[in-house]
């Protein structure tokens, strides 16, 4: 064969790959177009938002994202792809933020030969108590309450009916849950599960809320970028208490404050057998005395013009307003006796 016949050949070659390219890469066009569809009706369906973000023309990528609000939080479903060429390789992802600024950190994974070698030689592996989810996934972490209350039985057992392929991990400020593939169908639970998990503790206000008709709760808002954690208020004689939800090793926890308009002296007192040993003569009348027994173990505080409470986890409607009145009495007392005395 003549040079000639060779170029033809090769040309030949070349006209027949890049068909066989451009074909590949019309279903991969097409198969993802039908996702974005399936993403936008999805949005459309349940309040959320669907970006389609077109990138520069020379680009053959092109990103796009579904927003959901679930539970008290905003879920993020976008495709992430690694690697190059060959090595290239989709996951779907939905990722959310804790409404509460932080929660439990965990990883929980499909339980594979490697897991089952690794549990009978005794590696980490944390039960939360459904039997199929125990069986099927690997758990690690160190929060062990913390993570069974994040983990009810509920999405323990959706885990394992829709999502048995599903890696969900936390560092203690985002939930991801991902699974291989570009998924047209599927991430509404994806959402769901990531929604429930990010707004942990987030409803510890709604009973109280209930209970006490003065108090005005804010319930939980924001963007997925920022969200904004619940408030409850309550009116007193010395102003509005504002009670707050924060994330502690265990579950959630209430935290008062009231800030006072004068400067106070600073203390820290934990409450026990009904005494706060620490607190300033005079800042306790004998009211607020009787206050103390009722609030075993909370802390009391002081600092720059502003006074705390704090519970070890949700306090009852009846407790929590000794808290509320605790705070209002010490903040009355500062009228009373001077900021040093």
Same mark, same amino acid.
């Given at each position: 064969?003549?040079?000639?016949?060779?170029?033809?050949?090769?040309?030949? *070659?070349?006209?027949?790959?890049?068909?066989?390219?451009?074909?590949?890469?019309?279903?991969?066009?097409? @198969?993802?177009?039908?996702?974005?569809?399936?993403? #936008?009706?999805?949005?459309?369906?349940?309040?959320?938002?669907?970006?389609?973000?077109?990138?520069?023309?020379? %680009?053959?990528?092109?990103?796009?994202?579904?927003?959901?609000?679930?539970?008290? #939080?905003?879920?993020?479903?976008?495709?992430?792809?690694?690697?190059? *060429?060959?090595?290239?390789?989709?996951?779907?992802?939905?990722? #959310?933020?804790?409404?509460?600024?932080?929660?439990?950190?965990?990883?929980?994974?499909?339980?594979?030969?490697?897991?089952?070698?690794?549990? $009978?030689?005794?590696?980490?592996?944390?039960?939360?108590?459904?039997?199929?989810?125990?069986?099927?996934?690997?758990?690690?972490?160190?929060?062990?309450?913390?993570?069974?209350?994040?983990?009810?039985?509920?999405?323990?057992?959706?885990?394992?009916? %829709?999502?048995?392929?599903?890696?969900?991990?936390?560092?203690?400020?985002?939930?991801?849950?991902?699974? %291989?593939?570009?998924?047209?169908?599927?991430?509404?639970?994806? $959402?769901?599960?990531?929604?429930?998990?990010?707004?942990?503790?987030?409803?510890?206000?709604? $009973?109280?809320?209930?209970?006490?008709?003065?108090? @005005?709760?804010?319930?939980?808002?924001?963007?997925?970028? #920022?969200?904004?954690?619940?408030?409850? @208020?309550?009116? @007193?004689?010395?102003?509005?208490?504002?009670? &707050?939800?924060?994330?502690?090793?265990?579950?959630?926890?209430?935290?008062?404050?009231?800030?006072?308009?004068?400067?106070?002296?600073?203390?820290?007192?934990?409450?026990?057998?009904?005494?706060?040993?620490?607190?300033?003569?005079?800042?306790?009348?004998?009211?607020?005395?009787?206050?103390?027994?009722?609030? +075993?173990?909370? &802390?009391?505080?002081?600092?720059?013009?502003?006074?705390?409470?704090?519970?070890?986890?949700? +306090?009852?409607? %009846?407790?929590?307003?000794? *808290?509320?009145?605790?705070?209002?009495? &010490?903040?009355?007392?500062?009228?009373?006796?001077? $900021?040093?005395?």
């Amino acid at each position: 064969m003549g040079l000639a016949g060779i170029i033809g050949l090769l040309s030949l *070659g070349a006209l027949v790959f890049g068909g066989y390219a451009a074909l590949v890469q019309a279903g991969a066009n097409s @198969t993802d177009a039908g996702r974005r569809a399936v993403w #936008a009706q999805l949005a459309e369906k349940r309040g959320g938002e669907y970006l389609d973000e077109k990138r520069p023309f020379w %680009s053959t990528e092109r990103r796009d994202q579904l927003d959901l609000r679930v539970g008290s #939080a905003v879920v993020r479903v976008d495709v992430r792809i690694t690697g190059f *060429g060959k090595s290239k390789e989709a996951y779907t992802r939905a990722r #959310a933020r804790f409404t509460l600024g932080r929660g439990p950190a965990f990883h929980v994974a499909p339980a594979g030969a490697l897991a089952s070698v690794g549990r $009978a030689l005794g590696a980490q592996d944390l039960p939360l108590g459904h039997q199929r989810f125990d069986r099927d996934f690997i758990v690690k972490g160190q929060d062990h309450a913390g993570v069974k209350r994040a983990w009810t039985p509920a999405l323990q057992a959706t885990l394992t009916r %829709s999502l048995s392929d599903a890696t969900v991990t936390s560092r203690g400020d985002m939930v991801e849950l991902s699974l %291989s593939g570009a998924r047209y169908f599927g991430v509404d639970v994806m $959402a769901d599960v990531v929604g429930a998990l990010a707004s942990v503790g987030a409803d510890a206000l709604d $009973a109280l809320a209930a209970a006490l008709p003065d108090a @005005t709760l804010t319930r939980a808002g924001g963007t997925w970028d #920022a969200p904004t954690p619940p408030s409850l @208020t309550v009116p @007193t004689a010395q102003g509005d208490v504002t009670a &707050l939800v924060r994330w502690f090793t265990g579950g959630p926890r209430v935290i008062l404050a009231l800030p006072v308009t004068r400067e106070l002296p600073e203390f820290r007192v934990v409450i026990a057998d009904g005494h706060a040993e620490g607190i300033p003569q005079g800042f306790l009348s004998e009211y607020g005395a009787r206050l103390l027994v009722e609030l +075993p173990g909370v &802390l009391v505080a002081s600092k720059e013009r502003h006074l705390e409470l704090r519970w070890l986890g949700i +306090p009852e409607a %009846s407790t929590f307003m000794c *808290g509320v009145n605790l705070l209002a009495e &010490l903040a009355g007392r500062v009228h009373h006796t001077g $900021a040093f005395r």
